[in-house]
């Protein structure tokens, strides 16, 4: 029997990105909330915010473990499933792919050092600073390996002769048009998507065990983050759609099936298309197409139908962009509801039904940024390398890939089991409010012993 090795290729990457990609936006995201916490509790001399660095540390930690081997998993797979492209763009992304390992490193070595070195400096800022260089490693691993995406979506730095790149300038192609938008993007859904998850992890929490001062603050304060980066993760779609428009045409049209070349373009919401492509139950803003894409709402926004057939990506990544846009907004919409609560005193924002709408916000959230990233490969088709390699050439001819398709299935679902079982024992076990209790106690008893020292 034949084996689609093409499919299985897409498969086989697909299943491994939308797992990797979950511990990869945490392990990005989260170190900044473990700052932001541990900063507040010094600042206020407040325990609670101190327990929550700690807390979210150790979940942290077996996220990263998770992460190491899915992406490990992402590197073997380059070479083993899409051999062709590594040929042909190896010399190239090597850099930013080492710089990405390198990134990794330099995040993990204070990682180390900040848990060992807890309440072992009289200056509690001390300890606090070892987050900074945690913080920018983990974001620099983002904008190392999202620089070889949007390589990968404009290619640059490079001269092309005889089918192989040549002239090779890595710097040139790490900064290509599309780093700055990609990059903005990721790490602001990321810081968003974590503060989301470890909302609704409070909100979770208070709906089945009652409200407790550790999770309000928690709440309250995950739910500011939530506010601050939903308005700048709009802010960075909009510079996502314009640099679309400029240098990815092609791409915005898919996406909002814009087909004739025109000015004054709708924006398309929602809706279907039938067997003739036409937009059946959709929701039309007059000009905004045009205004999102160029900021001018007379502008004019170039067509599907001007690119050849099979040079178009699949229509379905409307779908796919009209869900991420709309969780982003629904997540910024959540946030600022809850602070209308705060500070309407009529209202309070603890009640339950508001409570399970932020707790709905964390898996929301995570399906946001897995809608995105596929939104951004499939709306790359049919190219692995834009107007230089097509997917089909870039893919593996064996048949045994389809072997290393279930293998990987099954990776990830041992680890996946592993993860939840973990963060279970560690958590379910050892509540919040217990821990702070043991904690007061023990800083007691030390108070205690260093006065009798004294005397």
Do not use: C
């Not at 070195?117 to 920018?136: C, E």
């Not at 064996?398 to 290393?404: A, K, M, N």
């Amino acid at each position: 029997m034949d084996v689609d090795t093409v499919l299985w290729s897409r498969l086989v990457t697909g299943m491994t990105l939308g797992f990797h990609v979950i511990f990869a936006t945490l392990g990005v995201g989260i170190p900044l909330m473990i700052a932001i916490a541990e900063f507040i509790g010094i600042r206020k001399k407040d325990h609670h915010y101190t327990l929550m660095a700690k807390r979210w540390s150790r979940g942290f930690v077996i996220s990263v473990a998770v992460g190491v081997v899915t992406g490990t998993a992402i590197s073997l797979q380059l070479a083993l499933v899409w051999p062709n492209f590594m040929k042909l763009a190896g010399n190239v992304i090597a850099l930013p792919l080492f710089m990405e390992v390198f990134a990794f490193f330099f995040e993990a070595i204070f990682l180390g050092i900040y848990l060992y070195t807890w309440d072992r400096f009289k200056n509690r800022y001390i300890h606090w600073l070892l987050t900074i260089p945690i913080v920018a490693g983990a974001g620099m691993s983002a904008v190392f390996i999202t620089t070889v995406n949007g390589f990968m979506n404009q290619p640059g730095g490079f001269t092309m002769e005889g089918g192989q790149f040549t002239a090779v300038d890595p710097v040139q192609a790490m900064l290509n048009t599309a780093t700055f938008s990609k990059v903005f993007h990721v790490l602001s859904s990321a810081y968003l998507t974590s503060a989301a998850l470890l909302a609704g992890i409070a909100a979770f929490t208070m709906l089945r065990k009652g409200v407790s001062g550790y999770h309000k603050k928690a709440l309250k304060l995950m739910m500011g983050v939530v506010l601050v980066f939903g308005l700048l993760n709009t802010s960075t779609g909009d510079l996502s759609a314009k640099f679309l428009a400029e240098h990815q045409p092609e791409k915005l049209a898919a996406a909002e099936w814009h087909f004739e070349t025109e000015s004054g373009a709708d924006l398309i919401l929602l809706g279907w298309l039938n067997a003739e492509h036409e937009v059946i139950g959709a929701l039309h803003l007059p000009k905004f197409l045009s205004f999102l894409a160029f900021g001018d709402f007379n502008a004019e926004v170039t067509g599907l139908n001007e690119y050849p057939l099979d040079e178009q990506p699949p229509l379905l990544v409307h779908y796919l962009f009209d869900l991420m846009a709309g969780i982003g907004f629904a997540l910024l919409g959540i946030s600022l509801l809850y602070f209308l609560f705060v500070f309407w005193k009529k209202r309070n924002e603890l009640n339950k039904w508001l409570l399970r709408v932020i707790a709905l916000g964390a898996p929301l959230a995570f399906l946001g940024v897995e809608l995105g990233w596929f939104y951004a490969e499939i709306g790359r088709q049919p190219w692995i390398i834009r107007g230089y390699m097509r997917v089909e050439e870039a893919a593996t001819t064996s048949p045994s890939v389809r072997i290393l398709f279930f293998l990987f299935l099954l990776l990830y679902i041992v680890l996946g089991a592993v993860f939840v079982l973990v963060l279970r024992r560690l958590f379910n076990n050892n509540p919040a409010e217990a821990e702070m209790e043991k904690w007061m106690q023990h800083a007691g008893d030390n108070t205690t012993e260093k006065g009798e020292h004294e005397r």
